[in-house]
């Protein structure tokens, strides 16, 4: 079955990021010349996925007027010639999906905000983009090479990739198989281990590929007695103890736009690959170093 669905959480705090997510959602920070959350958007729209649901909350609106038509702006773009090429991509960037939106009323994690798409996915598997994840690969997008692994075996997919001993220690490791092709049937999650309980250097990153069961495994998982709320984690672990679940080793390049580091990597690694600014954003760089 193909994957034309795709749901994008957005409705986050963004505490690691304050001040600047205070008034601005951190899913719009901006990457040199755009908000973070429009990278996704064209990622979906590079995999063939026509319909996105972003899950947002209170101040969230400035998500919802950046997907739409800006009649006055555009307007004034249009009137002066030399300013076409701006206007085509103000314009374009409405057209990218069908865009919905839904409002997670309480900030309960991103499980409980998963289930807020339940209407919108009804029975078809869809895509999960997590809202401050960024990730490029601009020939074959991240979210296509999940969906590819979802159409040819018919299992939930999850994005996974070998990450540095810290990192696997901070998120979690992987008991897997190799299938080939950069695809892992994954056997056993385990959350924050300790260093003797590393299986492997795979750790779950930001993208999933999941079937409309995740609803009711999300419901039946119980909530975590510290914090009160479910984990999606603990849900996909389910999925992996069922048999269910598959890893793809993606190809991309990825900025967490949760952390101030991921925030200042994305913009100079962007920006020394944009069109525009690139050469002179390198040669900068370049003087900059030197004083380093
Ligand atoms: P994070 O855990 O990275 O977001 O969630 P957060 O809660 O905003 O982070 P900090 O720790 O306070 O800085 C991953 C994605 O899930 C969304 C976020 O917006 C982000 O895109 N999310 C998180 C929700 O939609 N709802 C929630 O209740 C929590």
Redesign the pocket.
């Known amino acids: 079955m193909k994957v034309t669905k795709a749901i994008i ?9 304050l001040p600047a997510s205070k008034a601005v959602p ?2 719009m920070l901006n990457i040199v010349d755009k908000p973070a959350i429009q990278y996704l958007v064209e990622e979906c729209a590079m995999a063939g996925i026509t319909d996105i649901l972003i ?1 947002t909350n209170r101040g969230k609106n400035v998500i919802e007027d950046h997907f739409d038509y800006s009649f006055e702006l555009e307007e004034n773009l249009k009137k002066n010639p030399s300013k076409k090429a701006i206007y085509d991509d103000v314009h374009a960037v409405a057209d990218l999906a069908n865009i919905y939106y839904v409002r ?1 009323k309480e ?4 499980a ?2 998963i289930l807020t798409a339940e209407a919108f996915v009804g029975n078809d598997p869809f895509a999960i983009l ?4 960024v990730i490029i690969n601009n020939e074959k997008p991240v979210i296509g090479q999940l969906i590819e692994a979802y159409e040819k075996y018919g299992k939930c997919v999850t994005g996974i990739n070998e990450c540095p001993t810290e990192q696997v220690m901070k998120y979690c490791t992987l008991d897997v198989t190799d299938l080939g092709d950069s695809i892992y049937q994954v056997h056993k999650i385990i959350e924050k281990p300790a260093r003797e309980e590393i299986l492997t250097n795979f750790a779950i990153l930001g993208r999933n590929v999941m079937t409309p069961d995740v609803f009711d495994i999300i419901r039946q998982t119980p909530p975590n007695e510290a914090s009160g709320e479910v984990y999606f984690s603990e849900a996909i672990s389910t999925i992996a103890n069922r048999g269910n679940l598959l890893g793809v080793d993606f190809t991309g390049r990825r900025y967490d736009m ?1 952390d101030k580091l991921g925030i200042v990597q994305a913009n100079c690694e962007m920006a020394l690959t944009h069109p525009e600014i690139g050469e002179k954003f390198k040669n900068y760089l370049k003087e900059l170093a030197k004083t380093l």
């Open positions: 959480p957005a409705a986050g705090l963004g505490t690691r990021v951190k899913e899950i997670q900030t309960k994690g991103l409980h905000a997590y809202g401050d994840d949760g």
